[in-house]
Structures are given as C-alpha cells and as structure tokens.
C-alpha cells in the first residue's frame, strides 16, 4: 500500500483563490512528520511547511496551512491568495520517526498551474 | 536552517562510466540522504549517509550501484556506477534539521547517453 497519496494530477485554479492540495498517508508508527515542498520547473526542492503527529495545532507559514486531520489521516495544504509564481509541482512527504534514521517517502505529486 | 551545495548541477556521461556527486552542508548534521528522482516521477529514497558507518540502503539500490561516502558530519558523496540510460535521474542530497524541517540541494540533473 502506499504510504503518500496525492489524488490530485494536475490543477488549475484561478489567481487570488485559494487553493488545497490533497493529501493522505498511511502508518503505524504514532511518531511521525508530515512535510509538502514547492518543485518549480527548475527542479529545486523547496521546503513549505511541517506537522509533527503530536503537534496540536494546524501548521502555518505565511500563505501556507496545513490541514492536518488526523484521525482521517489527511495533511492537506492549503494555499491562500494564489500567484502566478505559486505555479509549480507539489508534494506531500512523510517522515516516520520511530526508526529514528528514516528519510522521506513521498506521494507523486500534484502539479498546480495558476491562471491569470 | 542548512543551506547544502550539491556538484555538479548536471551532466552528460557515455554509459559504462561513473560519476560522483558532492553534497557539502554548512552545519553539522547526524544523516544525510540520497534521493533519485526519474523524468516526470516523485522522489525515491536511495539511502541513508551515516557517518562513521557504512550507508544504509533501500530495497532496489546497492552499494555498488551506488557507492556512499560519509568522510565527515558537514559532506557526502553519492557515485553512480557503470551508468546506463535508465540511470537518468536528478539526484538530490537532503539533510533533516531539527527534526521539522528537511532541505535539499539544488539536484544533479544526469543525462546518459
């Protein structure tokens, strides 16, 4: 089974609406972390946002939240006030920390395009 | 946060030959990982750089495959060997930091011909 689904190929959304991301995993370990980074064209990962499994509250950074349900499962990213420059792949990725030396698995992506 | 250099950005190798990639953080970090990502796919763990201790890899990848150096807390070096087409990838190092954040360097786009 997979760890990370993103169910969301490709989207488009009109600029300035908000947007969200979906995303599910899968695990037993009760100590993990939930993470979605920005790939641009250009091929670089870049960092967006974190939740800890034991974290209390959504996670926020700037524009970007994290939807976290729990007991669903579910770490959805939400995009607020979309840009142009928000146009890029997205992924989900799941840190499971019980083996305490784990990288990342990731889910397949979902690749945003922002329309003016 | 860490901020990685990763060399080369890409390259153009014949099949047969082997090429090394260079991953330098500029902070102490306990692991270091190895990601391949395949032409319009997600990113595949490789393995895991300890150092002091031999890589940990994952199902599908070997060591001599995919030889791992680990000299120091600060660099590693990841070389694919006796590369063949399907060995095009972008290879990217990653550390984690914190525990709450994960950062990448910029890739090494390999192209086998």
């Known amino acids: 089974a997979q760890k990370i689904t993103q169910t969301q190929p490709g989207m488009f959304v009109q600029e300035k609406e908000a947007v969200t991301l979906d995303c599910t995993y899968d695990?037993?370990?009760?100590?993990?972390?939930l993470f979605w980074y920005k790939q641009p064209s250009s091929g670089e990962m870049i960092f967006l946002i974190y939740?800890?499994?034991?974290?209390?509250q959504n996670a926020t950074e700037g524009r970007y939240s994290l939807n976290f349900q729990k007991a669903r499962k579910s770490a959805n990213l939400v995009i607020s006030a979309s840009q142009l420059g928000d146009s890029a792949m997205y992924f989900c990725?799941?840190?499971?920390?019980?083996?305490?030396?784990?990288?990342?698995?990731f889910g397949k992506g979902t690749h945003l395009i922002i329309q003016p | 946060s860490a901020v990685i250099s990763q060399k080369p950005s890409r390259d153009i190798c014949q099949r047969g030959t082997s090429l090394t990639i260079q991953c330098q953080v500029d902070?102490?970090?306990?692991?270091m990982f190895w990601y391949r990502q395949q032409p319009g796919q997600s990113l595949t763990l490789i393995a895991t750089?300890?150092?002091?201790?031999?890589?940990?890899?994952e199902s599908g990848f070997v060591i001599d495959k995919f030889p791992i150096s680990r000299p120091n807390l600060t660099f590693s070096t990841l070389t694919v060997s006796n590369m063949s087409p399907e060995d095009s990838s972008i290879y990217l190092c990653?550390?984690?930091?914190?525990?709450?954040?994960?950062?990448f360097g910029q890739g090494t786009r390999l192209t086998v011909v």
């Open positions: 990653s550390v984690v930091w914190l525990n709450t954040e994960a950062f």
């Open positions: 902070s102490q970090v306990t692991m």
């Open positions: 695990t037993s370990d009760p100590s993990y972390g």
């Open positions: 990725a799941m840190r499971e920390e019980g083996g305490g030396a784990d990288g990342l698995t």
């Open positions: 939740q800890g499994s034991y974290d209390q």
């Open positions: 750089a300890n150092q002091g201790s031999e890589a940990t890899y």
